[in-house]
């Protein structure tokens, strides 16, 4: 835990909910003094007080840890703001549709920023009949792999698991596709609109 970040982010909450270094402690069952160690960074809360602690101040514990509010201003849910987060640790495929602090398997993990393909991650897609088929000409070994494909629609997403050893293609219905991204487990994601 970052006791610099948390501290200032703990003296903030704490002043914005407009308690004193004694409400707070009283809320906690410690002293005021352990209070201002926190928040000036000479110490830092015992884990067992970690949530309690979130829940007086009023956010997440995941938000706490991170030294910011998130605050989500996607309001009128606009898919094309998808976010994507895949956990180094389990693969685990994370999606939200708005700013977000995730977390999987104690960590937590960075928003997956988007490339444009190369010739070693170029993407193919042809339609057939009702259906798009999206082919990645890629490697499929159990140490270099397209992990999954995801197509963006209108109204929500579709994703398709890839394993090692198999082919990296799925087929997908068109209606109302926007774009695909995949994601290789060495080089990231990679994203294509449909014209």
């Not at 999606?95 to 993407?123: M, N, R, W």
């Not at 997908?172 to 014209?195: A, D, M, P, T, W």
Request: glycine letters at 6%.
């Amino acid at each position: 835990m970052n006791q610099y970040i948390t501290g200032t982010m703990i003296k903030r909450l704490r002043e914005e909910r407009k308690l004193t270094q004694l409400q707070l402690a009283e809320k906690l069952n410690v002293s005021d003094k352990a209070i201002s160690k926190w928040e000036t960074g000479r110490g830092y809360p015992d884990i067992t007080l970690i949530e309690p602690l979130a829940i007086a101040l009023g956010v997440s514990v995941i938000e706490l840890f991170a030294g910011h509010d998130v605050v989500n201003t996607n309001k009128s849910f606009n898919l094309l703001k998808t976010k994507l987060y895949v956990c180094p640790i389990c693969q685990n495929v994370i999606i939200s549709t708005g700013e977000a602090v995730v977390s999987c398997c104690g960590i937590t993990l960075p928003e997956l920023v988007s490339e444009t393909a190369d010739i070693s991650h170029k993407c193919e897609i042809s339609r057939v009949e009702d259906e798009y088929y999206v082919c990645i000409n890629h490697e499929m070994s159990k140490t270099h792999y397209i992990s999954f494909i995801l197509a963006l629609k209108d109204d929500g997403c579709e994703i398709k698991k890839l394993y090692p050893e198999g082919n990296a293609e799925a087929r997908f219905k068109i209606n109302g596709i926007k774009r695909f991204y995949y994601y290789c487990n060495k080089h990231g994601l990679f994203e294509i609109s449909v014209k």
